[in-house]
């Protein structure tokens, strides 16, 4: 069993800052490349950030200079510190990780039950 955790949301106001966090746990053997994806009702998923394995990084334009990802791969967790939040930001934050089990040979996908972040303007 493999489990995605994210924790971080909440309230905060045009300007501000929230750091997500996202927690991998189970019987992991690898995980590769990591995101944070997002979603409003009524909208398609949308990728927000990925980092992989090795560190290399990947933002939406619409994010670029405002949200930073990292990752302690010691501790399967990756990060989402979100700067200059705007209330567009509002959305269910997702985690998704990309882990090869113990008992798989291959990598599957797994994803967090989100979590909320509300921009107030």
């Known amino acids: 069993q493999v489990q995605v955790v994210e924790s971080g949301g909440g309230l905060v106001q045009a300007g501000g800052s929230l750091r997500l966090s996202c927690a991998a746990s189970g019987s992991i053997l690898r995980i590769g490349t990591m995101d944070w994806y997002r979603q409003v009702p009524g909208n398609q998923r949308e990728l927000v950030a990925a980092i992989t394995g090795g560190g290399s990084t990947n933002y939406a334009d619409f994010v670029k200079g405002r949200f930073t990802i990292s990752r302690a791969n010691a501790k399967n967790t990756v990060y989402l510190q979100m700067n200059s939040l705007k209330p567009e930001d509002t959305a269910v934050y997702y985690c998704?990780?990309?882990?090869?089990?113990?008992?798989?040979?291959?990598?599957?996908?797994?994803w967090g039950p989100g979590t909320q972040v509300t921009v107030s303007s």
């Open positions: 998704h990780a990309d882990v090869r089990p113990y008992y798989s040979s291959g990598m599957s996908d797994y």
